[in-house]
């Protein structure tokens, strides 16, 4: 066994009883019922449970899972502040959907190849509940080439850019390093990236493998 597996181990050892539960309903299908249980059965503070959740924005899905167990209203009281995190992510991830689809359709009509990354796309394919992922902004990815041509899009149509640049500054920008951030009329924010980290770090990741590898699939009811 490596150095670094039995520190995790020994880690995993030391968790309180609610963070062992948190991280076993974050386990999801891999997690047998009965483990789940038998933490459930040993009972839980549950105020800090929920503090623990939330602090690590994973409180939607160890309500989903806690509510698959566990259904008593006695379980739904103690675990409301889930409930309600639940509810806010859901209908907060509803309103970006809507606008990452309004933004798709721009690109679209621009003929723009913009790939959304994150965000409401991979919370419907990873766990068809768009709630259950707590979601901060928008995420797109975009040849180097049409950055600016993307960034002119938004600001016709409202949102405004996070940062001003001389020309000389966008350049630079463009060659060192990965994102422009914009924030719609709505504040949402939107990240425009074209690169996944600045080109000073050791790690590359090559955009155009993306690109290369990109299927148009149905969400929402648009192509």
């Known amino acids: 066994m490596s150095a670094q597996v039995q520190h995790r181990l020994e880690a ?3 968790f309180s009883s609610e963070q062992r539960l948190v991280v076993e309903c974050l386990a999801g299908q891999g997690t ?10 040993q009972g839980a503070d549950w ?9 690590h924005a994973v409180a939607p899905l160890v309500y989903h899972q806690l509510k698959k167990l566990d259904q008593s209203p006695a379980l739904e009281s103690e675990i409301a502040p889930l409930r309600h995190a639940y509810f806010h992510s859901l209908k907060r991830n509803l309103l970006l ?7 798709v359709a721009l690109f679209e009509q621009a003929k723009v190849l913009a ?9 419907r394919q990873l766990y ?3 709630g259950l992922r707590v979601i901060g902004d928008l995420d797109f990815l975009v040849p180097q080439n049409d950055v600016l041509r993307v960034s002119q899009i938004l600001l016709e149509n409202g949102y405004k850019a996070c940062h001003r640049f001389t020309r ?5 920008l463009l060659r060192h390093h990965g994102a422009l951030v914009f924030v719609s009329p709505g504040n949402t924010v939107v990240d425009i990236h074209w690169r996944f980290e ?3 770090m050791g790690l590359k990741l090559d955009p155009d493998q993306v690109f290369s590898r990109t299927v148009t699939q149905k969400f929402e009811g648009h192509t």
């Open 128 to 130: 068809e509940d768009v």
């Open 198 to 200: 600045p080109r000073r």
């Open 32 to 41: 047998a019922p009965d483990r789940l249980q038998t933490l459930l059965r």
């Open 168 to 172: 000389r500054q966008e350049s630079a």
């Open 115 to 123: 790939v959304p990354l994150k965000g409401p796309v991979f919370a």
């Open 97 to 103: 959907t809507s606008e990452l689809v309004g933004l």
């Open 47 to 55: 105020d800090s449970l929920c503090r623990i959740a939330i602090s």
């Open 12 to 14: 995993i050892a030391s």
